[in-house]
């Protein structure tokens, strides 16, 4: 018996009568994963929720060689917040803050605040970024000026997300797609867009993909392609890790194993994976840049 996936997917679908493609992301156990990573404050789990869920959403409809980012740094209280999925399905994320957070958490408001969309790999030397303009009410509506921006087409985004779960909607006007009705129709994205008003955040995050794009739009043959399983995953390993202290110098290496009496230990943020390093690691990858030392990791 096939298993429906319900959780921590995302489904690419097309509306044909209307000519409109989407995607539709919603995110369970992986949501959680993050979440629980710190204490985050309710507006701010909130934000990072429908930016992870927006992450994996920008993904759909892209061939991705990497990753997909979304990265916000402020002067305010809010310092950084970042949210990752990669061409695998593998999600994570964390957000910087101190208290008090202003209410509500209106990201124009936020001083020095400046958001990038970065896809590609660091690794393969293959990467494009672009700016958000972030003096719009919400992330989604931010996108959706990023995306009449970078691409010239008119799109609508949804995002929602509470402690249990992080949903994400995307809709796309495209020329000529869909069948010969939708060529005709005029009037097809303003339909959409009135359907797609209806749609509050409370049943966006009640109820399961399939059933949400039937009750929204069960007038507009609604065609799913196979659905993508997501899942939390962090791409920390001790070979970056190590770069990361290569980059730093033998100064600084040197100075951190003498405060840490012989051993330098990181903790990756996102996935909470220790790694060590002793004098002879640590002389290892100073003395050979492309070098990894083979020490154990321990979590």
Not at 12 to 26: H, S, T, Y
Not at 136 to 148: C, G, N, T
Not at 215 to 240: D, I, K, M, Q, W
Request: glycine share 8%; with cysteine; charged share 25%.
């Amino acid at each position: 018996m096939e298993t429906i996936l319900v959780e921590d997917v995302l489904h690419r679908f097309l509306l044909e009568r209307a000519g409109v493609r989407g995607v539709l992301v919603r995110l369970g156990p992986a949501w959680r994963e993050v979440a629980g990573r710190a204490d985050y404050p309710a507006s701010l789990r909130a934000l990072l929720g429908q930016s992870l869920a927006a992450s994996a959403l920008l993904t759909g409809n892209i061939k991705l060689d990497g990753a997909l980012s979304i990265e916000l740094k402020s002067a305010g209280a809010l310092r950084l917040l970042f949210t990752e999925c990669t061409d695998r399905g593998r999600l994570r994320g964390l957000a910087r803050w101190s208290d008090p957070l202003p209410e509500p958490l209106a990201l124009a408001d936020l001083p020095g605040a400046v958001m990038a969309i970065t896809i590609g790999s660091a690794e393969r030397g293959q990467r494009y970024q672009g700016l958000v303009d972030l003096h719009q009410p919400d992330l989604a509506r931010s996108l959706e000026a990023y995306f009449v921006q970078s691409e010239q087409l008119p799109a609508r985004i949804v995002l929602a997300a509470d402690g249990e779960h992080a949903v994400g909607l995307m809709l796309q006007r495209l020329p000529g797609e869909g069948g010969h009705d939708a060529v005709q129709d005029e009037d097809a994205w303003s339909r959409i867009e009135h359907l797609t008003a209806t749609l509050g955040a409370d049943e966006m995050l009640a109820t399961a993909p399939e059933q949400l794009l039937y009750r929204l739009y069960h007038e507009e043959n609604v065609r799913l392609f196979e659905p993508r399983p997501l899942a939390f995953g962090c791409s920390c390993t001790r070979e970056r890790v190590s770069a990361m202290l290569r980059a730093l110098g033998r100064e600084e290496v040197e100075a951190a194993l003498a405060a840490r009496d012989g051993e330098i230990e990181v903790i990756c943020e996102f996935c909470a994976q220790r790694y060590t390093f002793d004098r002879i690691d640590a002389e290892h990858l100073l003395s050979s840049p492309g070098g990894t030392p083979q020490s154990t990791t321990a979590q």
